[in-house]
């Protein structure tokens, strides 16, 4: 059994955002973090994943330095093409995923 002298830091969202964008007004903060006061095992859970994942696609918040916007909608393919589920919803986006069993609303 190991025994941690620190125990594991798990960031909110707000600071994983203010690591990724340089613009943001915490980025020197969490930098600080980051290569300073971080302990040796710093988590990245699936909530704060998938709302950086959202986050760094908005074009309001991220300006020029948006990321692909597709990418929910590329899960969901995959998701349901894998399982062989049909997805339903409003967005035309999917059209472009073939396979997918798709019911358009």
């Not at 994983?16 to 964008?21: D, K, P, R, S």
């Not at 918040?61 to 597709?70: S, T």
């Not at 997805?87 to 358009?104: A, M, S």
Request: hydrophobic share 50%; net charge negative.
């Amino acid at each position: 059994m190991t025994s941690r002298t620190d125990p594991a830091d798990l960031p909110d969202l707000n600071v994983w955002l203010a690591l990724a964008a340089t613009d943001h007004p915490h980025h020197r903060q969490a930098l600080h973090y980051w290569e300073q006061q971080a302990s040796p095992e710093v988590l990245f859970c699936t909530v704060t994943a998938l709302g950086l994942i959202r986050l760094v696609s908005q074009p309001k918040l991220m300006g020029a330095a948006v990321l692909a916007r597709l990418h929910t909608d590329a899960y969901l393919a995959a998701l349901a093409i894998a399982n062989g589920w049909r997805l339903v919803g409003f967005d035309r986006d999917f059209e472009r995923f073939q396979g997918l069993h798709w019911l358009p609303l």
